[in-house]
């Protein structure tokens, strides 16, 4: 079984307690506090390996805990840090936080390496705490607490092409042809089994990555048939290439099967549906004469118009692939080169914020403050100039309840919100 999803919990190490000691040496007679710091907590991280390209790894093993920090001791030793816990884990990885379904990292792209969960700071010995007037301090800082969460990992391959269609319709045998990669190949439904990569290089004008999307049935958004399970790969692709079988060698109409697939595709994620879209229509070394010129003229009338310019192909012998290939092409050089990537939703420092204050107030007429730990630490890893950083921030407020507390202070559209040097409009 082909593994691209994986649910795993993960936790951080907790800092090392600060140690409380005082000297207690032969010839020293007023020996002061010596307790030693603790060590910092491991950090989770993840990291792409290139050599990977499944979630095996994590089938069998679902729990994965960073060492803790060691507690300071006499003499003013401090404790070890605990050992950072690096997951490895294929290209197209993504991350998200299995409660709020958001997305964590993307491990895509020039992101190689992240730290998700921070190990937490080791505690001060009671040497820190040795003033004029308390000399003998019997207290110290205990370690920071660690962080947890649950996590899914979801495999989404890296490619500018996705191939869709039914099953049996020649997507395996079309990607054959055109790369170097060698699926297995059958006359038999889900001969695909897991999504296949190939390059394709052409004589001018470079080339692309093509994904071979294991085939779809009607209902595959909700979980029927083989090919829903992969369905997420097709969400980096830039441009899909719809296969239909226009011989109808197994008594389908092709014209039904493409309604039928792009109804699956924005049932699973609307976005799918935006995506350019070309039509080939495969299996033309069956169809002779009329009968073939008949079918294509029918493709070509239904689905041009809406914007679907439909190829004739045949994958067994060539016919018709070149051209399509090199459409495709000229698709790609029109759009943006780079990757497909998924933004981080999902902050786990949010996880600290949830125990620390905030006070909302009003200073004087159109005026109101936000302050506390919870908003500061929140602006301290917020981009407020970004698009996603700004939406994060207006949810960040929202789920606090501190919208609630405005206007539970009377607030109205157009009032200031002040927080530490920043000034907000209020608006609905």
């Known amino acids: 079984m082909f593994a691209d999803r994986a649910e795993i919990y993960i936790r951080s190490g907790k800092g090392g307690d600060g140690h409380v000691s005082f000297r207690r040496e032969k010839y020293v007679p007023a020996g002061g506090p010596d307790g030693g710091d603790g060590g910092k907590g491991g950090d989770v991280i993840f990291e792409v390996d290139e050599g990977l390209n499944t979630l095996a790894d994590f089938r069998y093993t679902r729990r994965f805990i960073a060492e803790d920090g060691e507690n300071g001791s006499k003499k003013k030793c401090s404790g070890r840090d605990g050992k950072d816990l690096i997951l490895k884990v294929p290209p197209g990885t993504v991350i998200i936080e299995v409660n709020t379904g958001k997305v964590v990292a993307d491990m895509s792209g020039d992101n190689k390496r992240e730290v998700v969960l921070k190990g937490g700071r080791g505690g001060k010995g009671n040497q820190h705490y040795a003033t ?17 969460m649950t996590v899914r990992l979801e495999l989404k391959v890296i490619a500018d092409v996705g191939l869709v269609g039914f099953p049996n319709v020649g997507k395996s045998t079309l990607l054959s042809r055109v790369t170097n990669a060698r699926p297995k190949i059958g006359n038999y439904h889900f001969t695909t089994t897991r999504p296949n990569l190939g390059v394709v290089d052409l004589e001018e004008g470079g080339g692309f990555v093509i994904a071979d999307i294991p085939g779809l049935i009607e209902g595959a958004s909700e979980g029927l048939g083989l090919g829903h399970e992969f369905l997420r790969h097709i969400e980096r692709t830039k441009v899909i290439i719809h296969l239909v079988d226009a011989a109808s060698t197994e008594g389908r109409d092709p014209i039904e099967d493409i309604r039928k697939i792009n109804s699956e595709l924005v049932s699973y994620n609307e976005q799918l549906g935006k995506l350019p879209q070309v039509i080939a229509a495969n299996k033309l070394d069956v169809l002779y004469g009329d009968e073939k010129e008949e079918i294509i003229k029918k493709l070509k009338s239904t689905f041009e118009p809406e914007g679907y310019k439909v190829f004739p192909i045949s994958a067994v012998s060539g016919e018709g692939v070149k051209e399509l290939l090199y459409h495709v092409k000229a698709m790609l050089d029109q759009m943006d080169t780079s990757p497909v990537i998924f933004e ?47 939406v ?10 501190i919208l609630d507390q ?23």
């Open 392 to 401: 994060f921030f207006q949810n960040f407020m929202k789920e606090n309840g």
């Open 344 to 390: 981080k939703e999902f902050f786990p420092e949010e996880l600290k914020d949830k125990s620390l204050p905030f006070e909302v107030w009003k200073e004087e007429d159109h005026v109101y403050v936000v302050e506390g730990p919870r908003i500061e630490r929140m602006l301290g890893y917020t981009n407020l100039e970004s698009e996603k950083g700004f």
């Open 406 to 428: 405005l206007e539970e202070l009377g607030i109205q559209e157009g009032d200031t919100v002040r927080m530490y040097g920043l000034q907000f409009d209020y608006y609905k």
């Open 132 to 148: 004029a007037t308390m000399q003998a301090p019997k207290y110290a800082q205990p370690g920071q607490a660690a962080m947890e």
